[in-house]
């Protein structure tokens, strides 16, 4: 008798394995967002279903600067990475072969594998020797710096799958090389321009270790005050912050997700004249 | 130049190309050296990896040729970028640009050069209409077949009415009918528009059928250039010869002479009772509708030559193991290199 390839799928346990990962991961994430619409203020005592702790927490000075913060770092970062990341990934992936390239993308990519809490140090402790306390653009500035390879590598890959054809064409019908990059370059290059913004957006927006050490008393963001809040115990108002925060990192996920679907089915943006 | 020609379109002179370093790197072109008249349909033919390629691209501007020059109309254009030169190319994926109309891949050149937009509709309007695909304007390539992405990618590239249009193998990716269509297609275009089209292609058919004078290369080297008959009648060496059409190759000696000589197929005529040249045993005889074709082992010394003899019309009373006397007149039969 041929014996059949081993196939995971097909082992017993398999599919009860795969659920109870799933359980894992999402039944916390399912309760957190359950009771953030809970009207109780014992936050494991269900009452009824309220808005109320969502409109407290969008009353509350404190939580709305420092959503304010959070969003104008996020921004700033995502900003700045991508205007970074365009460049950085058309000299690698356009540019005349150099010694060292495989150095530089290992350099620039390196916050990836770095251990955060290493670069929440370093980076505090490179804002104190510089003496550089200049609250939210400190932040960006650290924001930046991470977000760089998440803004880059979507770019790359893009850059990658389009080749050089289409730039050729350009040249070849008298483009100049500003004018090829506005014209045709960027219109292509607009599926991972967006997937890598989004990245970097809902990476800034989620992170903590950096932010809580480089955020000074007026530029606390979200993410650190919300773990400043959880210390007098899990509120009501956690529960609510965090389902926004939730919801809005899956509406950009999604949103990148529409935008990044594989070439064919695209609808890059349209160029102007 | 004593006489009073004008300069030729394209004149390639001792141009090498080596891809890496002199001493260790790759070449890709050796000594080519080629002159393209105006209003001629130029191919360049040979098999895969023989250069043809870089030799485009560097007559496109793409490559810069490592020793050489190349003068178009007279001028050396060899340091001048792609947008420089009033050349225009076919991309062999076509590189259409995706986020593009029709209308707009086919204005792109147009608005580079600054044209007007009065003028840049105008041109677009009769380039639609050169290539009959004036209902497409507003699609973009996605929803074209690959026939009429090509002609887009043609009109794309006549548009801005360039000195030369170079064609990077544009009917390989197409099917065998809408190959023969293209074909004439692009003899139309060439004929409507009188540029010189440079044509590049592995396929000896199309490059016999279309080309005024095509070039045959092989390893980096033009082997041969001239019209379609001379190269087809007096192939220069034995990979021509073998490359456009067959020849059979028989060594001087099995007739008494010196030398190496070839014949094509279709020359040698069969007999069976009058001595003629050579003589052999009939081994397959293949019915070809139009010809037969005829493989005849003819013995010289200890070897077997093995003679492929091509008849229109109907055959010789010959069977097969039958034996037959080969012959054929002086004229079609020439001398090749070993
Ligand atoms: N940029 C390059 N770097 C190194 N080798 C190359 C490059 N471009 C082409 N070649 C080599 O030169 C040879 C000729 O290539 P090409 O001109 O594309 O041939 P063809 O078009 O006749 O098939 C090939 O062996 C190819 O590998
Ligand atoms: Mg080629």
């Not at chain 1, 916050?111 to 290493?118: S, T």
């Not at chain 2, 000896?204 to 190269?231: F, H, K, N, W, Y």
């Not at chain 2, 456009?244 to 069969?270: D, K, M, Q, V, Y």
């Amino acid at each position: 008798m041929k014996k059949k390839p081993f196939a995971w799928q097909h082992n017993p346990g398999f599919g009860t394995f795969t659920w109870a990962v799933m359980a894992f991961l999402y039944i916390p994430l399912a309760v957190l967002f359950v009771y953030s619409f809970n009207a109780n203020r014992q936050v494991t005592v269900w009452s009824h279903f309220s808005f109320k702790w969502f409109a407290v927490v969008a009353q509350d000075a404190n939580i709305r600067l420092c959503a304010y913060n959070s969003i104008i770092v996020a921004v700033a970062a995502t900003a700045i990475s991508v205007a970074i990341a365009i460049p950085a990934a058309l000299a690698l992936e356009r540019g005349p072969g150099f010694k060292g390239r495989a150095l530089s993308v290992g350099l620039i990519t390196m916050p990836l594998v770095v251990p955060e809490i290493v670069t929440a140090i370093a980076t505090l402790i490179f804002f104190s020797t510089i003496g550089m306390a200049n609250g939210l653009l400190n932040l960006i500035i650290a924001h930046t710096v991470f977000c760089i390879p998440f803004a880059l590598l979507p770019i790359q890959a893009r850059l990658q799958a389009l080749g050089g054809g289409f730039e050729d064409a350009a040249r070849d019908l008298y483009g100049t090389e500003w004018r090829i990059f506005r014209r045709i370059t960027v219109p292509l290059l607009m599926p991972g321009i967006i997937s890598g913004a989004v990245l970097a957006f809902v990476i800034s927006l989620d992170d903590f270790l950096i932010s809580f050490m480089v955020s000074s008393s007026g530029s606390t963001t979200l993410p650190v005050y919300v773990y400043g809040m959880m210390r007098l115990g899990v509120t009501p108002e956690v529960n609510a912050i965090s389902t926004i925060l939730l919801v809005a990192s899956a509406a950009l996920a999604a949103l990148a997700f529409v935008f990044t679907r594989p070439p064919g089915s695209e609808a890059p943006a349209k160029t102007t004249n | 130049m004593s006489d009073s020609k004008p300069s030729p379109c394209i004149e390639i002179h001792a141009v090498d190309k080596i891809f890496g370093s002199e001493a260790s790197g790759y070449r890709a072109l050796d000594n080519v050296s080629l002159t393209i008249k105006d209003k001629e349909f130029f191919t360049l033919l040979g098999p895969s990896g023989c250069g043809k390629t870089t030799l485009l691209r560097m007559l496109a501007g793409f490559e810069t040729p490592t020793r050489g020059d190349i003068y178009l109309h007279g001028r050396n254009v060899v340091e001048l970028p792609p947008r420089a030169r009033r050349v225009n190319m076919v991309f062999q994926n076509y590189a259409l640009f995706p986020h593009l109309t029709v209308a707009q891949n086919i204005a792109f050149g147009l608005e580079m050069l600054d044209w007007k937009k009065p003028q840049i509709g105008e041109r677009v309007a009769k380039m639609l209409s050169l290539v009959r695909l004036e209902e497409f304007s507003a699609r973009k390539p996605a929803q074209l077949s690959g026939g009429q992405q090509q002609r887009v990618a043609l009109a794309r590239a006549l548009a801005p009415q360039p000195e030369v249009l170079l064609l990077d193998e544009p009917l390989s990716a197409l099917d065998l009918k809408l190959r023969k269509e293209m074909q004439s297609e692009l003899k139309r275009l060439q004929r409507e528009t009188g540029i010189t089209f440079i044509l590049v292609t592995h396929d000896q058919e199309e490059a016999l059928a279309m080309s005024d004078r095509l070039a045959v290369m092989s390893g980096g080297r033009v082997l041969q250039a001239g019209t379609p008959e001379e190269i087809y009648s007096r192939p220069a060496s034995r990979f021509v010869a073998d490359f456009i059409g067959e020849a059979n190759i028989i060594p001087g000696e099995a007739l008494g002479r010196s030398g190496t000589l070839a014949i094509r197929p279709e020359h040698i005529t069969l007999g069976a009772g009058t001595p003629a040249r050579l003589r052999g045993a009939v081994r397959e005889i293949t019915f070809l509708g139009a010809d037969t074709l005829f493989e005849i082992a003819v013995p010289h010394g200890t070897e077997i030559l093995k003679i492929r003899a091509r008849l229109r019309g109907r055959a010789p009373d010959v069977e097969v193991d039958g034996h037959v006397w080969l012959h054929w007149p002086d004229e079609v039969e020439w001398g090749v290199d070993g």
